[in-house]
């Protein structure tokens, strides 16, 4: 079968929309899930934020700044003594330290992004100017479940280690949920946001700007593309400097510049690797050198960041598991491109190598892929590749087939989970997870669009979440086989979570 290169990349376009983390209008949840009770889990959780500086890369090469030095905004996640966090002089972690205490950045990431939105457009029937204000001031100031940089607990062994990944026009609290809930149960959890890829980044809130000259001056060239608030990104683009999709340009060029924005991505989590070499080798939190265990090391993200957990899993050797969530499906047209926009395997592409695996479509490494049933923006955009490529199309028995084929075919150990009555924000930490009382919690079937239902409570689906991540990161990165049990139990059937297992 042959395809143009007009339908080739209108599905590639598609899958990249998929990608994105964005919550639909009728997205919703019925109940804000609470903090872990004290004592309810083996550690406290203390977390710190800082900024990677990779000198390999310019600033971002997607967006055309070829100058300057490539920052991520980084959060990590880690245990701490509960007697510490309670005790000791460390203050517990709010939302508005996301954004350093700007409420006029937090305003933004509330209203003008894709993923967050607080607008009268997207609350339930009813609710007013004034209680939308109020709810986007109380999340400034509302606890997280953590404590600003409290020192790590001494374990007495090398603490396990996850990376995550954000989706588009995501955060790097898309998942908080998971990751506050991994370091309280002895991990450390890294999240580099995106730069380019990520609403309002916050670069010009480095504190390397003051403190190094050399790093100021490597940046003068970037500073004249951020905002007054520091942040950098096009309010057209959701606060982003691009999107994955680039609409309007060439079929080739826009191929192109996906792969570019898919191989920023990894090596992003690459550089989120070297810094944890460097937190082991020179301490981190009142750790000395030596507190991390990075022979095993786990990758987990939602939506695009799911897709990117597929490719880190294929492209990046150092990583051992992942966790991708809502993932899109992805289809492998490289055999319909014209040879010469193929990529000769002397250099790296996700999309376009002229050899090897199709590293958003291959399993090849332990890998749990969990979807929504009714995630209509998935499934949506999966029927226009079907379309394109004359693939089986989504299904009510099959909403997910390029995912449950790439699920069937491998040979490595692999998780199927799909919950029913979720959507694509179901498990992200969002408006719905946030505002119960004022977004909506229902949304017409996706294969019965004359029947409505209600969304599944966040109390129920982040339980889900944290537990099935907890356990296949013990199994799979802590090397624990009595987690083995706790991962296929599927102990949420009755609440429509069906897990399947392969090769285990």
Not at 193 to 212: C, I, K, M, Q, V
Not at 453 to 467: K, T, V, W
Request: aromatic share 8%; proline share 7%; charged share 20%.
């Amino acid at each position: 079968m042959s395809y143009s290169i007009r339908s080739i990349t209108t599905g590639i376009m598609m899958l990249a929309l998929a990608a994105c983390g964005s919550e639909s209008q009728d997205t919703a949840t019925t109940q804000t899930p609470e903090s872990v009770p004290a004592h309810a889990t083996p550690f406290a959780v203390g977390s710190s934020t800082f900024f990677i500086h990779d000198e390999t890369r310019p600033y971002d090469s997607v967006n055309g700044i070829n100058e300057g030095i490539r920052t991520l905004l980084t959060e990590i996640w880690y245990p701490v003594d509960h007697d510490v966090a309670e005790s000791g002089p460390y203050r517990r972690a709010t939302y508005g330290d996301y954004v350093f205490g700007d409420r006029d950045v937090h305003r933004l990431m509330m209203t003008r992004t894709t993923f967050f939105h607080m607008t009268s457009d997207t609350v339930r029937e009813g609710v007013t100017a004034e209680q939308i204000e109020a709810a986007i001031d109380e999340l400034f100031l509302r606890e997280r479940g953590s404590v600003i940089d409290a020192p790590v607990a001494d374990v007495g062994h090398g603490l396990p280690v996850v990376v995550m990944s954000h989706g588009d026009a995501g955060s790097r609290y898309n998942m908080q949920s998971v990751t506050e809930y991994l370091a309280a149960h002895g991990y450390l959890v890294i999240a580099p946001e995106h730069t380019g890829n990520s609403p309002y980044s916050l670069t010009g809130r480095d504190p390397a700007f003051d403190s190094d000259p050399e790093f100021r001056e490597a940046m003068a060239g970037v500073m004249p593309h951020l905002a007054e608030l520091g942040t950098y990104g096009q309010e057209e683009n959701y606060g982003q400097s691009y999107t994955p999709l680039s609409s309007g340009r060439g079929s080739v060029e826009f191929l192109q510049s996906l792969d570019r924005s898919l191989l920023q991505r990894l090596n992003d989590l690459r550089a989120a690797l070297r810094e944890l070499d460097r937190m082991n080798e020179e301490g981190f939190a009142g750790a000395g050198p030596g507190a991390l265990n990075l022979e095993r090391i786990g990758l987990t993200g939602r939506s695009f960041g799911g897709g990117t957990t597929l490719m880190g899993l294929s492209m990046e050797p150092r990583f051992t598991a992942g966790f991708a969530v809502v993932p899109p499906g992805w289809a492998d047209t490289r055999p319909a491109l014209p040879a010469e926009i193929l990529v000769p395997a002397s250099e790296e592409s996700v999309i376009l190598s002229a050899e090897g695996p199709f590293p958003l479509t291959t399993i090849s490494k332990p890998t749990v892929l969990l979807s929504g049933a009714e995630d209509s923006l998935i499934i949506g955009l999966a029927a226009q590749v079907a379309e394109m490529s004359g693939t089986d199309a989504p299904s009510a028995e099959n909403p997910h087939p390029l995912l449950r084929q790439a699920f069937e075919a491998t040979d490595s150990p692999v998780i199927w989970g799909l919950l029913a009555d979720s959507n694509h924000a179901t498990f992200g930490v969002s408006g719905g997870y946030w505002w119960p009382d004022l977004k909506p919690n229902t949304q017409a079937r996706t294969f019965d669009p004359d029947t409505e239902f209600e969304l599944i409570p966040p109390s129920i689906a982040h339980d889900m979440q944290r537990e099935l991540a907890l356990a296949f990161f013990d199994l799979t990165i802590r090397e624990d086989a009595s987690a083995k049990s706790r991962l296929l139990e599927n102990r949420y059937r009755g609440a429509g979570l069906i897990i399947e297992s392969r090769n285990f």
